[in-house]
């Protein structure tokens, strides 16, 4: 799960994920395309919702993606257009480049759509983008299922 500082969208999704997730052996992780943040936990607001659903997201700390985590990752979701282009543009091989997904194109095929940044959104911006990444992460779980 990539965003860019790995403080709202993608620890929320990594939690949703992990959680929904439990039964199976699946390792779920996030990271930012930007360093802004490293070694912080998540913005309070997105601990908040996801507490409010019973996921606890608050030992999470950010990183910053890096070339590994082709290696490591089978999938790597991108939450918006511009991670996705930064992570295409890391991608050195054809396979790195299909290994990276837009989210919600797993809820919307070819939609294309991107999980907006609550950051400026208020609280209600942070119940948004909950209910989308968690109707995506429905999506993932059926398809590994």
């Known amino acids: 799960m990539v965003c860019l500082g790995n403080i709202c969208r993608s620890p929320l999704a990594e939690g949703i994920l992990k959680t929904k997730a439990q039964h199976l052996d699946v390792i779920v992780d996030s990271a930012g395309t930007a360093g802004y943040h ?3 936990p998540p913005d309070p607001r997105s601990i908040e919702i996801a507490k409010r659903y019973g996921i606890d997201i608050s030992k999470q700390r950010a990183r910053q993606f890096n070339r590994l985590d082709f290696k ?4 790597i979701y991108a939450m918006d257009k511009n ?10 091989t054809a396979i790195e480049r299909e290994k990276i997904q837009l989210i919600l194109n797993e809820k919307h095929p070819s939609s294309f759509n991107s999980v907006p940044d609550p950051y400026y959104g208020g609280e209600n911006g942070f ?16 398809k590994i299922e």
């Not at 991670?83 to 050195?92: C, D, G, K, R």
């Not at 119940?127 to 059926?142: F, G, K, P, R, T």
């Open 38 to 40: 490293v070694g912080n």
């Open 72 to 75: 490591e990752f089978d999938i």
């Open 83 to 92: 991670n996705y282009a930064h992570l295409i543009s890391l991608a050195e």
């Open 127 to 142: 119940q948004i983008v909950y209910d989308m990444l968690n109707q995506a992460c429905e999506e993932i779980i059926s």
